[in-house]
T-cell receptor
Framework: AQSVSQHNHHVILSEAASLELGCNYS??????LFWYVQYPGQHLQLLLK??????LVKGIKGFEAEFIKSKFSFNLRKPSVQWSDTAEYFC???????????FGAGTRLTVKP | GAGVSQTPSNKVTEKGKYVELRCDPI?????LYWYRQSLGQGPEFLIY????????DSGLPNDRFFAVRPEGSVSTLKIQRTERGDSAVYLC??????????????FGEGSRLTVL
């Protein structure tokens, strides 16, 4: 089965700072890649996803992620964070061959107003 | 329904008791997943169903855990002889992707289990 590593456990930024959260995965086959967000007290929601085509994908709320196949990475970025981006962010990998989907341990983002 | 529904939202039980957690997926979704999320951790895969059958149950931690989906819709996660270490939020998700499908997972609110 595939596995996912998220490098940052807790990131603290000031508003307007730029954000990059790392995600690496290990899997021998073709995958789909996702970033989910969990706001305090809420359930997991999809932020963005990559299936094929342009490796730079744009999601909701100004987030984007770039798939670099050679590095097995799918890092999440946002040019200017807001206080409302405070949440937990999870990278996930899904095998194209089946419905097996695995999550990373998550990165907690705290944005100071 | 409009989304994935999980019941109960909260369950407090005593060590050694039996617990059932229910998941009602989005209508028409063929695949259903169970994850467990402990505080400060990512969702830990337990099992997923494609239709009525368990396509992969490799994440179930031991034989105290069992899940069914008899009619290919509602699923029940069953935990026997609960232990304090079973305390977590149990998440259910569904998708309409079949084998090789690209569908995103839609998550329920979770069932928070506390074993005293």
């Amino acid at each position: 089965a595939q596995s996912v590593s998220q490098h940052n456990h807790h990131v603290i930024l000031s508003e307007a700072a730029s954000l990059e959260l790392g995600c690496n995965y290990s899997y021998g086959g073709t995958v789909n890649l996702f970033w989910y967000v969990q706001y305090p007290g809420q359930h997991l929601q999809l932020l963005l996803k990559y299936f094929s085509g342009d490796p730079l994908v744009k999601g909701i709320k100004g987030f984007e992620a770039e798939f670099i196949k050679s590095k097995f990475s799918f890092n999440l970025r946002k040019p200017s964070v807001q206080w409302s981006d405070t949440a937990e962010y999870f990278c996930a990998v899904k095998s194209r061959n089946n419905n097996d989907m695995r999550f990373g341990a998550g990165t907690r983002l705290t944005v100071k107003p | 329904g409009a989304g994935v529904s999980q019941t109960p939202s909260n369950k407090v039980t005593e060590k050694g008791k039996y617990v059932e957690l229910r998941c009602d997926p989005i209508s028409g979704h063929t695949a259903l997943y169970w994850y467990r999320q402990s505080l400060g951790q990512g969702p830990e895969f337990l099992i997923y169903f494609q239709g009525t059958g368990a396509a992969d149950d490799s994440g179930l931690p031991n034989d105290r855990f069992f899940a069914v989906r008899p009619e290919g819709s509602v699923s029940t996660l069953k935990i026997q002889r609960t232990e304090r270490g079973d305390s977590a939020v149990y998440l259910c998700a569904s998708t309409n992707g079949g084998g090789g499908g690209t569908g995103e997972l839609f998550f329920g609110e979770g069932s928070r289990l506390t074993v005293l």
